[in-house]
């Protein structure tokens, strides 16, 4: 079930939600089984015959939490509890997600051929599962208390955020669900409009998007050439098709948790306002960036044993970050691109610290917006296309590998410009016909820019209502207009933007990171 489905929109939520009001009159010890069991409903839509695994899954860490507590006083069997608990949850994790890989890539490198298993990724698992390891490792530590089975299970199924995130800790949930407080009116009124909101960009937006994107990567993946016009506007495309998909996304879980009454942390923060990498990490996917540091990075050793110890620590941490986002050589080239950034980066920082023409050259804000947002744009081809080969053409061609080459169509409507300024053209087919540029492509790549580099982010809009778990937002826009309030003004606002997506919705698609 889709959060932009009419389904979930007019049927599932409405019955969700009044039944969890219902039963959080009478008290938490019953509104939490009704949540879960909501829960329960909600990814068992997709596939009924992966609940037991999640179930599961969940039962079987519960039993492990008890186990690692009651072992707190004999280190030995607390650490022995919770690497057996470490390894159960990856093992499920790879047998699902990463077994065709590795056999596809044994395959590869023996020359033999090896079956395939073809086993359905279960949604959600990457998720999912590092919660649930994050929690063991917490237990461990001593930094968790003991909980009900019924309120472990809202922590792990809580359907706003299931599917795709954001990553939360027990410590950020649990006490909001021993609160159960009374649903207020101003968490409806917040909660819907974060909800419309992420649904705007997400079928407004992403999706109109997707239809310049995918044709040149289909394209490039079945092994056709790309032109040079058309592989920057691909990745322009899905560039800001994934932003705005990833965003709209993290807005309807948020909105939605505060329906319920419960604030998830932000998980997006304006990232391609981001003036470096390292400042980038800290606006994309904040929850992942801060599971990978907490529980990979600083266990490698994180900054203490020194920079070089430092920079394989952030390569190591990016590339097994790519790897968890998929199964599959792109998804790790983009995350080793990431992690050599990194490196840049704090490389550059440090040198900085020496020169004072370095510095100088690092100050220069808008030179590290640049040059930071090019680098996003190219690991992104490497995330997107689906074969290692569609990837290389497309930026091969971005790196004006084919020469300034354009599609002959383009050529033709433009004259004898392009001869005077010396440009080649291909005379190949055009993957995307010009007038869908013209008509539909370049606005909305004009307006996605326009909305990610200037305007104002959900954090700012709704700083009024702190929709956030414990993080501190920007300042709120300087637009009076554009400052979220309960009032008749919002309203009409949120209304409008409610029906422009239920026109924009007639073709349901899933979000992005559902595949992982």
């Known amino acids: 079930m889709l959060f932009n489905s009419y389904t979930f929109i007019f049927a599932f939520l409405p019955v969700a939600w009044l039944a969890y009001a219902a039963a959080l009159r009478i008290g938490w010890p019953l509104a939490s089984p009704v949540l879960a069991l909501a829960s329960l409903v909600f990814y068992g839509w997709w596939d009924v015959r992966f609940l037991p695994l999640l179930l599961g899954s969940m039962l079987v860490n519960f039993i492990l939490g008890r186990a690692i507590e009651a072992a707190r006083t004999r280190p030995p069997a607390a650490r022995l509890w919770l690497i057996v608990g470490v390894v159960f949850n990856l093992g499920l994790l790879g047998v699902f997600k990463y077994t065709d890989f590795l056999l596809g890539s044994l395959a590869a490198v023996s020359g033999t051929d090896l079956p395939l298993l073809g086993l359905v990724l279960p949604i959600g698992i990457s998720f999912f599962t590092f919660q649930q390891i994050a929690y063991l490792v917490d237990v461990r530590q001593g930094l968790s208390e003991r909980y009900r089975l019924s309120d472990y299970a809202v922590f792990v199924t809580f359907f706003p955020q299931l599917i795709a995130g954001p990553i939360v800790h027990h410590r950020e949930m649990m006490p909001q669900f021993a609160k159960g407080r009374t649903i207020l009116a101003e968490d409806v009124a917040l909660g819907l409009s ?111 044993l020194g920079p070089e110890r430092r920079y394989v620590n952030l390569l190591a941490t990016m ?171 919002q309203a009409v606002a949120i209304s409008v933007l409610f029906i422009a997506s239920l026109l924009f919705a007639s073709t349901i698609s899933e979000f992005l990171y559902f595949q992982f």
Request: hydrophobic letters at 55%; proline letters at 5%.
């Open 194 to 304: 974060i909800f419309i909101a992420g649904l705007f960009k997400k079928v407004v937006i992403a999706d109109n998007l997707a239809a310049f994107a995918s044709p040149v990567f289909a394209a490039a993946d079945a092994g056709a050439e790309v032109s040079m016009a058309e592989a920057w506007g691909a990745a322009l495309a899905y560039t800001f098709q994934l932003y705005f998909d990833f965003s709209g996304y993290s807005d309807m879980a948020i909105g939605l948790a505060r329906l319920f009454g419960i604030r998830l942390p932000l998980n997006f923060l304006s990232p391609y306002k981001a003036t470096s990498i390292i400042d980038f990490w800290r606006r994309w996917h904040i929850t992942l960036s801060r599971f990978l540091r907490d529980y990979l990075y600083i266990p490698l050793g994180g900054n203490r």
């Open 319 to 489: 590339l097994l970050g790519g790897l968890w986002h998929g199964a599959g050589w792109g998804f790790v080239l983009w995350g080793g691109l990431h992690g050599v950034y990194l490196v840049l980066n704090h490389a550059l920082l440090a040198a900085a610290r020496k020169s004072r023409a370095l510095a100088l050259l690092v100050s220069q804000r808008w030179l590290g917006w640049g040059v930071t947002f090019l680098a996003v744009v190219f690991a992104w081809v490497f995330f997107r296309a689906t074969t290692l080969e569609g990837a290389l053409e497309i930026t091969h061609a971005m790196l004006g590998g084919d020469g300034l080459s354009l599609p002959a169509e383009f050529a033709a409507r433009l004259g004898g410009l392009p001869e005077r300024l010396g440009l080649a053209f291909e005379d190949r087919p055009a993957h995307i016909a010009l007038g869908a540029w013209a008509r539909t492509g370049v606005p909305f790549l004009l307006v996605a820019a326009a909305l990610a580099f200037l305007g104002p982010n959900t954090a700012q809009i709704f700083l009024r209502g702190d929709p956030f778990y414990g993080q501190d937002a920007e300042p709120a826009p300087r637009v009076a207009a554009l400052r979220w309030h309960p009032g008749v003004a």
